[in-house]
């Protein structure tokens, strides 16, 4: 596929912000199994790089347009028609239309300052909540991309457009069997292009995924993980006061990969649920700790209170400032 840029942002997201990672919780308890980092023969000899690479890029497998059925069902997903006009009409009888709503192609590729392809590597997929745009919230309000060039992690991210700025948790084509796996693979191919040197294609076509999924994206990550046809190559899910719906699709994945870890951080919004995937793990004797490991590599299961923050900025002020920094610095396996 030829590679398109509909616009690059400014090379330097995040350099100049001063992050503060916070304290670390002690380790929990329960049989682990060190995840260790890919053993894929890195092809690339092309030095750490030298400035941030952020685009905005379309993707032919991104989440939408989505012209499938709702699951489990034969009805359309677009699902209203006035006059040519093609919507979708929410559970709560809201209706958004195509045009507006669910005909952004777009994902946000970040690669960081220092990222050497020639090291232990991850990619960090990132589903956004409700009313989101991916330059307003993700990089601007949230700064997923400027945490992650704050951080001294080795992690690219990769994070599509939802639903536009709308009250509508769909996952579009996630919902279809092999849909995740398709766009992991377009993915790999964008970042090396990003990247600028084509041999680290074989890399990025490799690399271990950990899903971060905020407030409504956790239908997209449950999609992914349920049905996305990668196995083993998701290492890791944190929920960020998100865990709203789907707990016995995450159940099933925390108990089908143990080395695997599993972080559900939780405000007033999520806590009943919360609980109940915790009841739904004990009865499956599956260990669930109130502190997230020092090593998320290790695998296993947290969760755990969020602090007394908002949920709408629970991106940058949660357990500690700017989470996102936090949790990569627990998998030291993948430092710069």
Avoid at 97 to 110: A, C, F, G, I, S
């Amino acid at each position: 596929m030829t590679w398109k840029r509909r616009s690059f942002l400014a090379a330097g997201i995040g350099a100049g912000l001063a992050f503060a990672s916070g304290a670390r919780a002690v380790a929990r308890k329960g049989n682990k199994r060190p995840i260790a980092p890919s053993k894929t023969q890195v092809q690339s000899r092309s030095a750490p790089l030298k400035s941030a690479r952020t685009a905005l890029v379309p993707f032919d497998a991104a989440p939408f347009p989505y012209h499938g059925s709702l699951p489990g069902s034969s009805t359309p997903f677009l699902n209203v028609n006035e006059n040519g006009r093609k919507g979708h009409r929410t559970r709560s009888g809201h209706v958004y239309w195509e045009d507006q709503t669910y005909n952004d192609n777009r994902v946000l590729l970040h690669i960081p300052k220092g990222f050497d392809i020639r090291r232990p590597a991850l990619m960090l997929v990132f589903f956004h909540g409700h009313g989101a745009t991916l330059e307003r919230d993700v990089l601007a309000r949230q700064k997923v991309p400027g945490q992650i060039s704050a951080s001294n992690a080795n992690v690219v991210l990769v994070a599509p457009q939802l639903a536009v700025d709308a009250k509508d948790s769909s996952a579009g084509k996630f919902w279809q069997p092999g849909a995740f796996g398709r766009f992991i693979g377009e993915a790999g191919q964008q970042l090396s292009h990003l990247h600028g040197d084509r041999k680290s294609r074989r890399t990025f076509a490799s690399m271990p995924i950990v899903i971060v999924a905020y407030s409504g994206g956790y239908v997209a990550a449950a999609s992914a993980i349920e049905r996305g046809g990668l196995k083993k190559r998701v290492r890791g899910v944190v929920l960020l006061d998100s865990l709203y719906g789907d707990l016995d699709k995450f159940a099933k994945w925390i108990e089908a990969d143990p080395s695997a870890f599993f972080v559900s951080v939780y405000l007033g919004s999520t806590r009943n649920q919360n609980a109940q995937l915790e009841g739904i793990l004990a009865a499956h004797d599956v260990t669930v700790s109130g502190e997230i490991d020092n090593r998320l590599a290790s695998g296993g299961v947290a969760v755990v209170p969020g602090g007394g923050g908002r949920h709408r900025d629970l991106l940058t002020r949660a357990w500690v400032e700017n989470p996102i920094i936090d949790l990569l610095d627990r998998l030291p396996e993948y430092k710069r």
